[in-house]
């Protein structure tokens, strides 16, 4: 169930984190570019008017290092900033998306629509089981014309009182600020300034502030430190407000009276019951009376805003005193209050009976005087409601005085059994239920508030059913809006338009299947760029896998060429010269040599010798190229290379017996061989054996340095586990009844390794446990026809899934975004590392929620990755074209690559050069010591294994 969040203050993130405790999927959309909502824009000097012990989430307390009553907005905002840290609110929420428009979209019959506004007035129950709420989103920052929609099923408005639109009253014709002769800054442009400019801006100045709510009398503050008593602000109101926050009777801030959940008696509710909507009534005098008597005080009290006078301390702090109150009168006067019903003017110095300059309350008579008023706030509650003071005519006075007299009784009894620092009361944050069944009609707001993830969390109960995601489980949303486009363009020369060298370029391809597979890609590119004719290249038979099949072993060799007849011309071997075969020039070049890498290298020797052969060639052209080479790489590896029919017709056969067990199907492509495990340095927990075989296996390597193993998994270096990948797998809404296929060589650690994820997906197939012995004979002895088979299953199945990044992936999520955006499931190794190890610490459902919020840009979407970011075989975007019928406008988060997520997260191998795990380990690599920088103009010596030089398959 997906909940869009509107806003990302204190209320929503409230919401997101209630959300995710119920199992639910929430989105937030902040309009600005961080957390906090209205603490991210006040003064800097603005603090909170808010007891602390009040101001706070019910299970998250402030940090033991804020110990002001009144906390500075820094402090607010990392009390904010680490509630959302704890809980792993931030992921959850889009910064920059402002949304404009809200539409309910209902699927059913339009009388039902016609009911909308018979809706019982917010009280959280649905209408209707088949509507929709769609959410036009705005980007705030490039305000662009062009929007994006998402659909929830439910809505939460947290988006507060306060607009970024400044308020500013209506004035008469000709009497507004356009008449006024000096500056007009509204409060908000203000704020915007930082401390030294503000006082800068006011410095000398005689300012007029209109209003006396928080940000007025912030302002003030600010006015009176810069200008001090020679020249005072002057603050206008029409109407006097509750400004004396600490006022504590028994040491209870009186605002406990209102923020408690008992004050809720004072409001009424939706579809309330007879009781309660007469405890409310009986009770809305209330506040009237106490605000009464708190405005009172707040005349019979020196009132003085004015802070010390910076002269005279050697480090004046830029925060104000945070209420009004005797403790804060310095003996200077730098404030007026004015009080001016209908806007105009009347002083009102004498009435607030300023105390002379230099005066101070002593400490003991300050003590007296709050004890004497607590008796007295009392008798005045009492007297005002029974005798009239407050114009209440009826029967009103009795129920005032009945109110109060309840409201102290339940405030007294709420207060005796805690002492106040111990008070949760998160109350004061306010959420707005749309009709759906997320919440019932039975449960208030304070049940909302009080509603948490549980601690200690519940029991990490794993269900067998896949439960809601957040993502299209077999399908990618708008995949019929893109198509691959790799047709040369009008003016690409072809092979005969060029004028030809009398060169041959021949290839050893090292590694295994794909790692072979990107270096004939790549020769066929160098032909090109060279002018030469291109001999089928040469597999290599050394690797760790000792595969001895030939080229046309695998590929359809006649088709190659016949593809590839216009761009290239390939032979299969050299041609001999009256009986005399050339003998090829063996060299190397380096690592993502550009195409002007290989004219000035390779041009050269190619006009002398007449042949080159090109050794060790993998990953030895640019990733980044032009658009028509790029086009030609896509023409080599979409079309041109394809199987022989041989291992076609098996591949085919095992895709068909997938698909009568069920019409959709996962392949997994899992790379959990010990090799590969050594090299990426991780440990598993097998104890003192795994480190020794392991460790001996690392030693085939020269100079590959020991590391932590803890660092390397928190860094996200370790591939998942087959556990870890079936718990990715259900935690994205996969059940236990899906088939799974599974492409994987010798799993470290056999069966047992295996059986966690049986457990979680029993219907695990293989090649072997699909394919007779007979069938498989003729592939068996051969590693590379073995993983030909996996590549065609993987590339048929439904859902594509792997635990690693390396060769065999990132060629089949190229490839499957090219013929259709099939749903192709990178782990986003970084993130789901760090969850895989706290997970014992979360419920299931927030673990499921966290793994698909990771996994947002890592299922094989459209678009999910810009254009050049990472490996152009993973992500062949210059060969995937737009359908003209699609809209851009109608992809949301989604379909459409979203800024949102962390550049890190999408990294991929070829940006991450640590990140190389081992495909094939050469022979002579034992026991090799010391490093050898090839000679690229002189003949190859043997090979040797260098740690940058392997990758994974």
């Known amino acids: 169930m997906r909940i869009g969040i509107i806003g990302a203050g204190v209320s929503g993130l409230l919401a997101c984190k209630y959300a995710l405790s119920k199992g639910f999927t929430p989105v937030v959309f902040e309009a600005g570019t961080s957390i906090g909502g209205v603490w991210t824009t006040p003064l800097e000097t603005t603090r909170l008017q808010t007891p602390r012990a009040l101001y706070r989430y019910s299970d998250h307390p402030w940090p033991a290092e804020v110990t002001d009553a009144y906390p500075t907005q820094d402090a607010v905002m990392g009390y904010i900033r680490s509630y959302a840290d704890t809980f792993g609110l931030v992921k959850h929420v889009r910064f920059s998306s402002k949304v404009v428009a809200i539409e309910y979209k209902l699927a059913g019959a339009e009388e039902e629509m016609e009911g909308w506004h018979y809706w019982g007035g917010g009280s959280g129950e649905a209408f209707s089981s088949t509507g929709k709420w769609e959410l036009t989103v705005e980007d705030t920052i490039t305000r662009s014309t062009q929007v994006q929609v998402h659909e929830v099923d439910f809505v939460v408005l947290a988006i507060g009182r306060f607009s970024d639109v400044p308020n500013f009253p209506e004035f008469p014709p000709g009497k507004g600020p356009e008449a006024y002769r000096g500056e007009v800054v509204h409060s908000m442009d203000y704020a915007a300034l930082d401390y030294g400019s503000a006082a800068a801006f006011v410095k000398g100045r005689r300012i007029a502030i209109v209003g006396l709510q928080k940000s007025a009398l912030d302002i003030a503050m600010e006015c009176s430190a810069a200008n001090g008593p020679a020249l005072p ?77 910076p002269a005279s301390s050697p480090s004046p702090s830029p925060s104000p005193s945070p209420s009004l109150s005797p403790s804060s009168i310095t ?35 300050m003590m007296r005087q709050q004890k004497g008023e607590v008796g007295g706030f009392l008798r005045r509650l009492i007297r005002a409601a029974v005798f009239h003071r407050y114009r209440i005519n009826g029967l009103l006075p009795f129920f005032s005085a009945l109110s109060a007299c309840l409201l102290l009784m339940s405030s007294i009894f709420y207060i005796l059994p805690f002492p106040p620092s111990s008070i949760h009361v998160p109350s004061h944050i306010s959420l707005v239920r749309h009709p759906n069944a997320l919440l019932s009609s039975r449960r208030s707001e304070d049940e909302l508030a009080a509603k948490s993830i549980p601690s200690p969390p519940a029991a990490f109960h794993v269900p067998s059913w896949g439960g809601n995601s957040i993502h299209p489980l077999w399908s990618s949303r708008f995949s019929n809006s893109y198509h691959g486009c790799s047709n040369a363009r009008i003016g690409f020369l072809t092979a005969d338009q060029k004028k030809q060298t009398d060169g041959y370029l021949l290839i050893a391809a090292s590694g295994g299947l794909n790692q072979q597979r990107i270096g004939i890609i790549d020769a066929v590119v160098a032909a090109y760029v060279l002018n030469a004719t291109l001999i089928i290249p040469k597999l290599d038979r050394n690797s760790f896998w000792k595969d001895s099949s030939n080229f046309e072993d695998i590929f359809d060799v006649d088709w190659f060429i016949l593809y590839l007849w216009r761009d290239v011309e390939i032979l299969m071997e050299l041609p001999s010269n009256h009986g005399n075969v050339l003998t090829p020039y063996n060299m190397r070049v380096p690592r993502k040599c550009t195409p002007q890498c290989y004219q000035s290298l390779v041009l050269p020797m190619l006009n002398k010798k007449h042949a080159v052969r090109l050794t060790k060639y993998d990953f030895r052209l640019s ?34 017996r997938m698909k009568s067990k069920s019409r959709h199907f996962i392949a997994l492509h899992l790379r959990f061989e010990p090799d ?37 998994r928190r860094r996200g270096k370790c591939p998942l586990t087959p556990e870890e990948v079936g718990l990715m797998l259900r935690a994205l809404g996969f059940g236990s009844e899906v088939q799974v296929y599974v492409a994987s060589g010798e799993v470290y650690g056999g069966e047992e390794t295996l059986a966690p994820l049986k457990a979680l997906f029993p219907n695990l197939h293989t090649k072997e446990t699909l394919a007779t012995m007979d069938e498989l004979a003729p592939f068996s002895s051969y590693s590379s026809r073995m993983a030909a088979l996996d590549f065609i299953v993987c590339d048929e199945s439904t859902v594509l899934v792997t635990n690693n990044n390396g060769n065999m992936a990132k060629i089949l999520a190229g490839r499957r975004r090219y013929f259709g955006h099939k749903p192709t499931i990178r782990p986003n190794i970084k993130k789901l590392q760090k969850l895989f190890m706290n997970r014992r610490s979360m419920t299931w459902e927030e673990f499921a929620s966290s793994v698909q919020v990771h996994q947002v840009g890592f299922m094989g979407a459209p678009n999910e990755s810009p254009p050049g970011n990472g490996d152009f075989h993973e992500n062949p975007s210059a060969c995937i074209c737009k359908s003209r019928e699609s809209t851009w406008n109608n992809m ?26 081992t495909e094939y380990m050469e022979n002579e690599s034992r026991g090799v010591a010391g490093r050898q920088q090839p000679s690229y103009l002189e003949p190859e010596s043997p090979p040797q294994l260098l740690p940058e030089e392997i990758l994974l398959d």
Not at 640 to 651: M, N, Q, R
Not at 901 to 916: N, Q
């Open 331 to 365: 003996g200077r006067r730098g404030l007026d209050i004015e009080q001016c019903p209908a806007l105009r003017a009347r002083f009102t110095s004498e009435k607030h009976r300023l105390s002379p300059a230099g005066s101070s309350v002593p400490e003991e008579d």
């Open 233 to 309: 602000c002057t603050v206008v109101y029409r109407t006097e407000h509750w400004n004396v926050p600490n006022h504590m009777p028994w040491g209870v801030p009186l605002v406990f009276l209102y923020l408690n959940r008992l004050g809720e008696l004072l409001l009424h509710k939706p579809r309330e019951g007879l009781l309660c909507s007469l405890l409310a009534t009986a009770l809305s005098p209330v506040p009237r009376v106490v605000q009464g008597q708190v405005n009172g005080r707040m005349h019979s009290i020196n009132l003085d805003l004015t802070r010390a006078d």
């Open 676 to 712: 590969m495990l050594a090299f990426s340095r991780c440990y598993y927990g097998g104890g003192d054996k795994e480190r020794r075989h392991l460790g001996d296996l690392r030693r085939m390597w020269k100079n590959l340095n020991e590391s932590d193993p803890v660092k390397e």
């Open 892 to 917: 949301d988060g989604e379909g459409g690559y979203d800024p949102a997520i962390s550049t890190d997260d999408l990294r991929m191998e070829e940006d991450d050069p640590d990140y190389l795990y």
């Open 623 to 656: 990733n980044d190229l032009e658009n028509d080479l790029q086009k030609l790489r896509c023409r080599v590896n979409y079309h041109a290379l394809k199987f022989t029919d041989t291992i076609s017709e098996l591949g085919m056969a095992l895709v068909d």
